[in-house]
C-alpha cells in the first residue's frame, strides 16, 4: 500500500472520530462519560482478558514478563479510575460569585496518543480512560511491536461498549502496519496529542502544529544514605528494579551508596538477590549490553536467568540473582552504565557522604533523564527537600519502590499514570504525571464585579520601604 493510500485511511479515520466525538459531547453527561471510561477499565481489569492481554504483550514484544505485566495493568488502571471517580468533567464545574466566573468543562476533541512497545496495555488503556472521562474521541498510534495489544484491547473496549450502547468510533487505532508516516500524520490532524515513549517521537509531536504533551526518559538515580533502613531500601530497590523485568521508565538505573554504610548495604541487597560486579568486569557487562552502539535486544527486559547467561555471568554470580549492580565511577557520554539500561542492571557509585552522593545524582540526570526522577532512602525529613530544592527533577521519591511510587500508588498522593512529565529539564511542557486534567479544557463566562484596583501605596510600600521613592 503506498503513502497516499495509508495517509487517506488515517484523515478517514479521523473523520470518523471526529463525528463520533461530537456527537459524543453533543449527546454527553457525566453518566455517559463515566460509563464509557469504566467500560474501558474493566475491558483490561477482567482477570481473563487481563491475561490474554499480558500473554499477547510478552509474547510479540519480547519485553517484561507475564505475571507482572498482569499485575501492572491491573493496579494501574485500577488506580486510575479511584482517581476519577466522582470528578466532574461534564457541565458546569464551579460559579464564585466574588470573581464573577463560572468555569464549564469542555472536550478537547480528538486525542492522538502514541504508545511505546514497553507498556502496550497499560499506557494505552490510561489514555483511553482518561480521554473518555472527559468527552474526547481518541486514536491510538502502536508501536509495530505493539500493534497486535492494541487490537486485542480495541476489540475488548468495542465489546464493552456494545453492552452499553456505545460508539466504537470513539476510540480506534491507526489502520494496519505501523509506520512513521501515518503517525506523523495523527501528529498533525489531531486536537491534541500525547507521546509516551521514544524521545523522537516526543520531538515530533512538539514540532507538529498540534498541541502536545510529551513526557521526558527517564534514567533514575537512587541514592541510599547513612540513615537509611537498608533492608527495607535493599527490598525495595530490588522489587522495583525486577519488576516487569526493568521496562519501566521509573525502574532504578543508578545506585549511589554512602560509604559509611556501602559494605553493610551490599550485603543486605545480597540477601534479596542482587548481585554486585566489580568495576574489573564493568567493560565486559559493557560489551555485551551494549552492541554496535545500542542496548542488546537479547539482554534488554528479559527475565534474570537469560540476562545472566547473556551477559557471561553464569557461574560467577550467586544461585538465585535477580538483578545484577556493576561498580562503575564514569558518567557521561563515554560511560554506557551511566545511562539507561532497560535490563536487571543497575550501576552502582560509591559515594563520600550525602553531598557527594547528590553530586553524582546531579551529574547522572544531566547526562540522561534530566527532569524525571530521583529516588533517596533515607531518615533524614530535610534531605529530600535538599534534593527537590537542588537538583534537575520534578519528583523526590522518598523510601519507596521507585519504579512502583513515581507513577502514583495507593500508599502515595501522585496521580496512577504511566507517562511522568518532566518540566523544562526534559523538554517538557508539564512537570505533572499525565492524569485526566490534561484532557480536559475550560471554557470560562466572566461577568462584572465591584471594581478592586488598588493604590499605589498598596502595591509600592515594600518597595518603597526598602529603596525609597
Not at 488502571?77 to 464551579?94: E, Y
Request: with cysteine.
Amino acid at each position: 500500500m503506498d503513502i497516499t493510500n495509508d495517509l487517506q485511511l488515517v484523515d478517514a479515520m479521523l473523520a470518523r472520530a471526529r463525528a463520533a466525538q461530537a456527537a459524543y459531547e453533543a449527546h454527553g453527561s457525566q453518566r455517559r462519560y463515566d460509563l464509557a471510561a469504566q467500560a474501558a477499565g474493566w475491558a483490561v481489569m477482567q482477570p481473563e482478558r487481563n491475561r490474554q492481554l499480558a500473554e499477547l504483550a510478552v509474547r510479540t514484544t519480547g519485553l517484561g514478563n507475564v505475571a507482572d505485566k498482569i499485575a501492572k495493568n491491573h493496579r494501574k488502571t485500577l488506580g486510575l479510575l479511584r482517581d476519577i471517580q466522582g470528578i466532574r468533567t461534564h457541565g458546569v464545574l464551579s460559579d464564585d460569585p466574588d470573581t464573577g466566573i463560572a468555569e464549564i468543562a469542555r472536550p478537547i476533541g480528538v486525542i492522538g496518543a502514541v504508545v511505546p512497545s514497553t507498556n502496550p496495555v497499560a499506557t494505552p488503556t490510561n489514555n483511553i480512560v482518561n480521554a473518555l472521562k472527559c468527552g474526547n474521541a481518541i486514536v491510538l498510534s502502536p508501536s509495530p511491536k505493539g500493534t497486535a495489544c492494541c487490537e486485542m484491547l480495541l476489540a475488548f473496549i468495542h465489546a464493552e461498549f456494545d453492552k452499553i450502547g456505545e460508539d466504537h468510533d470513539l476510540v480506534q487505532m491507526l489502520p494496519g502496519a505501523g509506520s512513521k508516516a501515518k503517525t506523523q500524520r495523527l501528529l498533525e490532524t489531531a486536537d491534541l496529542v500525547v507521546v509516551t515513549g521514544s524521545q523522537d517521537n516526543v520531538r515530533r509531536a512538539y514540532e507538529s502544529g498540534t498541541p502536545a504533551i510529551g513526557v521526558g526518559a527517564g534514567n533514575v538515580a537512587v541514592i541510599v544514605d547513612e540513615t537509611a533502613d537498608l533492608i527495607d531500601a535493599a527490598r525495595k530497590i530490588t522489587l522495583s528494579k525486577t519488576f516487569d523485568n526493568a521496562t519501566s521508565c521509573s525502574s532504578e538505573n543508578a545506585l549511589i551508596v554512602v560509604d559509611a554504610v556501602y559494605d553493610d548495604f551490599l550485603a543486605a541487597l545480597a540477601a534479596e538477590g542482587g548481585a554486585v560486579v566489580p568495576s574489573s568486569q564493568a567493560q565486559a557487562i559493557v560489551c555485551r549490553l551494549w552492541q554496535d552502539g545500542h542496548l542488546n535486544r537479547e539482554v534488554i527486559a528479559q527475565d534474570a536467568d537469560v540476562m545472566i547467561g547473556k551477559l557471561g555471568l553464569a557461574g560467577k554470580v550467586a544461585q538465585g540473582t535477580r538483578f545484577v549492580a556493576v561498580e562503575t565511577e564514569g558518567i557521561g557520554p563515554g560511560h554506557p552504565l551511566s545511562g539507561e539500561k532497560l535490563s536487571r542492571v543497575a550501576a552502582l557509585y560509591r559515594a563520600r557522604d550525602f553531598d557527594h552522593a547528590a553530586e553524582l545524582a546531579r551529574r547522572i540526570l544531566q547526562h540522561q533523564g534530566a527532569g524525571h526522577s530521583v529516588g533517596l532512602h533515607s531518615r533524614d525529613t530535610a534531605r529530600p527537600v535538599v534534593l527537590g530544592s537542588s537538583l534537575p527533577v520534578c519528583r523526590v521519591i522518598v523510601n519507596q519502590a521507585h519504579s512502583f511510587a513515581t507513577g502514583g500508588a495507593f500508599d502515595n498522593g501522585l496521580p496512577f499514570s504511566l507517562s511522568m512529565g518532566c518540566g523544562s529539564w526534559g523538554g517538557n511542557a508539564i512537570d505533572t504525571n499525565l492524569h485526566w486534567r490534561h484532557f480536559m479544557q475550560r471554557t470560562r463566562i466572566v461577568r462584572p464585579i465591584p471594581p478592586r484596583e488598588p493604590t499605589l501605596e498598596e502595591i509600592f510600600a515594600f518597595y518603597w520601604q526598602e529603596a525609597g521613592k
